[in-house]
């Protein structure tokens, strides 16, 4: 065995001085706004500002469409500080690589520069339209129709759940192109936020991510130039769920970084806490849910850095490998340890735990959602039997 073999399992000094930098901005930039951002369901603008100027707001967009050229564990790591201040504003590096990942896999090199140039810029945000009112889990069941017409596309439909909608300047879609195929009739699209015939509902009211927009998005004829179409006619559901492979490594990023916040925040708490003459961290009891809690984390994030080297030897052009598995695992996962870690952190606060005076209880709320988009944990359990490795 050589040293590099047990360097495989630690991160490199650069990946650890990237986390030491966006903690440090996390925590001055977008912490202090988060408890606001939440109880007043509001757009975190200062995330989006801070991360901006600091080329944090879509670090994946490769060097040469202007972008940081991160690699897939930069990009969790990003990720994972921001949530662990601030679930909604994570979204906003998340979506951005959500959005522009199908262009950057399938488009054609005159798509990558129109839209991933204004994007590493912070210029634009990208959005992803899959979901449907009636089409989620079964998202090949879609309505949303693009008929050919001349050198143009029309589009007719209605997208739901739609993050960053109305604020995004971009939106990748996938609409129906041949209605007798099912998945393989489907291909993707971009659409611009000034398309005419494009609008958008209002935001709905959510249990958690408050800060991050969620709106439906209408289509009424539509007319989009043909070169806007992403790949070849037919392939856009393939590259929908080749998207989501690498995206759900960021959602478990997400979930790791919102449990991370918890899991430090009651640890601090049970120090200054005194019940029966004493710190309650001094009580086995309370130092065995924190060393359960640590150890649940600490698996979830290996699942997650592994998932996140097979999405980065893929994007280098290797064959799938068990992306697809080990993706699904570790959202899987980290979700669902994100959520018992802020459930028990709201725990170990006790009454105070359960009010919005204390940041663990918008944690538990925020972690709820990583069960559930990006397919629910049971869709990843049905993707992992299909791939076992
Ligand atoms: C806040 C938020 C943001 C979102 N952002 C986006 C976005 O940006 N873009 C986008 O395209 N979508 C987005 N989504 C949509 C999200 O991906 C879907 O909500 C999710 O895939 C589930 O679809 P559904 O809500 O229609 O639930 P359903 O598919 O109706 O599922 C309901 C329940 O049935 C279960 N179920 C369904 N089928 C099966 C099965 N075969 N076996 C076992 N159980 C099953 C599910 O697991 C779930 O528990 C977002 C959703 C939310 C809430």
Known sequence: MSSSDFDLYRLSEEHDLLRESVRSLAETKIAPHAAEVDEESRFPQEARDALTANDLHAVHVPEAYGGAGADAISTVIVIEEIARVCASSSLIPAVNKLGSLPVELSGSEELKRKYLGPLAKGDAMFSYCLSEPDAGSDAAGMKTRAVRDGDSWVLNGVKRWITNAGISEFYTVMAVTDPEKRSKGISAFVVEKDD??????????????????????????????????????????????????????????????????????????????????????????????????????????????????????????????????????????????????????????????????????????????????????????????????
């Not at 408050?210 to 998005?217: I, L, W, Y």
Request: aromatic share 8%; with cysteine.
């Open 196 to 389: 005419p015939g494009l609008s958008f509902g209002a935001p709905e009211k959510k249990l958690g991510i408050k800060g991050s927009p969620t709106r439906e998005v209408y289509f009424d004829n539509v007319r989009i130039p043909a070169d806007r179409m992403i790949g070849e006619e037919g392939t856009g559901f393939a590259t929908a769920m080749r998207t989501l492979d690498h995206t759900r490594v960021t959602i478990a990023a997400q979930a790791l970084g919102i449990a991370q916040g918890a899991l430090d925040y009651a640890r601090g708490y049970v120090q200054e806490r005194k019940q029966f003459g004493k710190p309650i961290g001094d009580f086995q009891g309370v130092q065995f849910m924190l060393a359960d809690m640590a150890m649940k984390l600490e698996a979830a994030r290996q699942l997650t850095y592994a998932a996140a080297a097979r999405s980065e030897r893929v994007s280098g052009g290797a064959t799938k490998e068990d992306l697809t598995f080990f993706g699904a695992a570790a959202k899987c996962y980290a979700s669902d340890v994100a959520m018992e870690i802020t459930t028990d952190a709201v725990q170990l606060l006790g009454g105070y735990g359960y009010t919005r005076d204390y940041p663990v209880e918008r944690m538990m709320r925020d972690a709820k959602i990583t069960q559930i988009y990006e397919g629910t944990n049971q869709v990843q359990r049905i993707v992992m039997a299909r791939n076992l490795p």
